[in-house]
């Protein structure tokens, strides 16, 4: 099967979701992530903080800058990511679809590069 990421985007801005939205986004999350352990289709995933606490590394005249930040500015930031298993991309993006209805947010669904084998 290959690997597919599936991430998750966040809008940019002051506030958090209200805390009893936030607990059934998360227990829709929770429920998603035992799916596909269970299925087998379970690699890695987490949320990320805040691109406030971002390092960018850039390289600049055989040197490397670093700099606090994220890499761009934008009205949407990755929150977390899960990379799962499919058989296909109509697998992953169900998966995706799950996601973007459990969290009311973007997704992309990318796969990597090459097929990646048990």
């Known amino acids: 099967m290959k690997q597919y990421l599936v991430s998750i ?11 009893e939205f936030l607990a059934g986004v ?3 999350l929770g429920a998603i992530r035992q799916e596909l352990e269970a299925s087998g289709c379970w690699v890695f995933g987490q949320g990320l903080h805040d691109p406030s606490t971002a390092t960018v590394l850039r390289p600049k005249e ?10 761009v500015e934008g009205k ?3 929150g977390g ?17 799950r996601y973007a209805l459990a969290t009311t ?4 669904v990318r796969p990597f590069q090459g097929e990646a084998e048990d």
Request: hydrophobic share 40%.
């Open 105 to 108: 947010l973007p997704i992309e």
């Open 9 to 19: 985007y966040q809008p940019a801005g002051p506030g958090t979701p209200d805390p």
């Open 76 to 78: 949407e930031y990755l």
């Open 81 to 97: 990511f899960t990379i799962l298993r499919a058989p296909d991309l109509d697998a992953a993006l169900e998966w995706g679809r």
């Open 62 to 71: 055989g040197e490397v800058l670093v700099t606090d930040g994220p890499f």
């Open 26 to 28: 998360m227990r829709e």
